[in-house]
RNA sequence: GUGGCCGUAGCUCAAUUGGUUAGAGCACCGGAUUGUGAUUCCGGGGGUUGCGGGUUCAAUUCCCGUCGGUCACCCCA
């Protein structure tokens, strides 16, 4: 027996893979769109890339080992830090706002379990060098776009948003000293799954005080900007939140995916790093863990890198949203790749025609192919052979009457039956009239 | 790292309180038939029942370990 795959590693089988390309091909697309330029960094890193800023949980779930020169290396768990260097070593002469993403493979090793594997694929998208609200709705608007052309809708997804900033503000008029800060942002995020006295009970030996712990455990329902300025709109430090977070929301509606955004301020996201507004995408109906997460880090670059610039970003991976698609029905049209054209010769058509042949229609772009045996392109029956085009998938079959002539049969559903007849002596490489041939495949 | 559940053909599953040579569908390969074809029929390959040990006359079945899968916790790209 071979050995297996390791644990939480895949293999890509064609099925597979198409739907990781048509993944993949999606983000490319979409990204696009709003003129982000692709770049990448090497899979494996030295480890102290990951080690040396604070804040570090990731440590333990290093892929890391010595490599063969005694270095101590890592395969990269996320991209930020590399990309942190990279910007950060040509700084003064990128045009700013940088807007980059990369497609990279991470890999983390931790069980895995729904979700999360050891490996996946994850779409990173970042701005740098803007500390306007403006680039934060873009990036949440390209992240919500891909979502919709995936065919998701207000249905399936939503983006819940909070703001460090606006969430700090709030913090301070409640009096909660500084220091207990991080002991509340544990408390929201699990705010939802943790059961109620718990989490008072987390925030009473954090040293809050009875308004402040009920105030607290209250966040959840504050889900709109609105909500927030009865409460606490009398308020000057935390108002110029509130005013960002309102232009902001604006500036989604604008964009056209203001429906998708909720105010939420359990959104603490874990990394430490994030110092403004912050998002998460989850499915509507709870089904799978967060699609994506992101928000600004203005900081994150001064830390890693030693540059002075405003950032944010966000990462998307391949597995959750391949499960949430799944689950949706939204893969039914990923196919296989399968061949334009299936040859099939007759007993008067050599070998080398068939070969002729193909090559043609392989120069015109056309994906081509024919029974790999010189033997059973004559011995196996015209009729096997065609059942062979049709598993195959084949869209057309090219079927020989005689040694050059042949009939052009298009297969599958939908307009079968409709055929046209070529004289295939005539074409080279160079001069082949292949119009009849393109017009059956729709082209 | 901790815990629950689960490991039979490539896939989905079956196999009497533990009992003969572990079966079926799909898929794959070969063939027959059908000259417009997703039909039908025949045949074939494919398994150390995850692996190792134990109990027993006898283990796919019961027990232990281990590996793997899965879900949750921890944690979160």
Redo the contacts with the bound molecule.
């Keep these: 027996m071979p050995p297996k795959v390791l644990?939480?590693f895949r293999d890509f089988y064609p099925a597979e893979f198409s739907v990781r390309a048509h993944i993949l091909d999606t983000w490319r697309r979409i990204v696009r769109r709003y003129a982000f330029m692709e770049y990448d960094g090497p899979p494996l890193e030295p480890l102290e890339l990951y080690t040396q800023k604070s804040g570090d949980?990731?440590v333990g779930q290093l892929y890391s080992f010595d490599d063969k020169g005694g270095r101590a290396v890592a395969m990269r768990?996320?991209m930020t830090p590399t990309f942190a260097r990279m910007v950060a070593a040509r700084a003064q002469a990128l045009r700013k706002p940088v807007r980059w993403f990369s497609v990279p493979q991470?890999f983390?090793y931790?069980?895995?379990?729904?979700g999360?594997?050891r490996e996946?694929f994850?779409l990173n998208v970042d701005i740098v060098g803007e500390a306007d609200v403006l680039a934060d709705a873009e990036l949440l608007s390209v992240a919500i776009q891909i979502c919709c052309a995936f065919g998701l809708d207000r249905t399936d997804f939503y983006a819940r948003v909070s703001d460090r900033r606006l969430l700090n503000a709030l913090l301070a008029n409640l009096e909660i000293d500084a220091d207990a800060w991080p002991a509340v942002y544990a408390v929201l995020d699990k705010l939802e799954?943790q059961p109620r006295d718990v989490s008072a009970e987390k925030l009473a030996a954090a040293g809050l005080g009875d308004v402040a712990r009920e105030t607290v455990l209250g966040f959840g329902a504050f889900d709109s900007v609105d909500a927030l300025r009865v409460r606490f709109g009398g308020s000057p430090d935390v108002a110029v939140h509130l005013d960002r977070f309102a232009e902001y929301t604006s500036h989604l509606h604008a964009l056209g995916v203001g429906e998708y955004l909720r105010l939420d301020l359990t959104i603490v996201?874990?990394?430490a790093y994030y110092t403004g507004i912050v998002f998460e995408l989850f499915d509507a109906q709870g089904e799978f863990?967060a699609i994506c997460?992101g928000g600004r880090y203005d900081n994150l670059l001064n830390a890693l890198g030693g540059v002075d610039l405003p950032a944010l970003g966000f990462?998307m991976?391949d597995v959750v949203l391949g499960e949430l698609l799944k689950a949706r029905g939204k893969l039914q049209e990923v196919s296989v790749p399968s061949p334009d054209v299936w040859i099939i010769p007759s007993e008067d058509t050599s070998v080398a025609h068939v070969l002729h042949t193909a090559t043609v229609l392989r120069h015109a772009e056309l994906s081509v192919e024919y029974v790999l045996s010189s033997d059973k392109l004559h011995s196996?029956?015209?009729?096997?052979q065609?059942?062979d085009a049709?598993?195959a998938g084949a869209r057309i079959?090219l079927?020989f009457?005689d040694g050059v002539r042949a009939?052009v049969?298009v297969?599958?559903?939908e307009h079968?039956?409709e055929?046209a007849v070529v004289n295939t002596g005539e074409w080279t490489a160079s001069v082949a009239d292949l119009s009849s041939i393109l017009s059956l495949l729709g082209r």
Excluded at 110 to 114: A, C, L, P, S, T
């Design positions: 644990p939480g949980e990731i768990p996320e991470l983390r931790e069980r895995q379990q729904k999360r594997l996946h994850q799954r996201r874990g990394l863990r997460g990462g991976g196996r029956k015209s009729g096997a065609l059942k049709q598993k079959a079927v009457r009939e049969m297969l599958g559903s079968a039956g055929r």
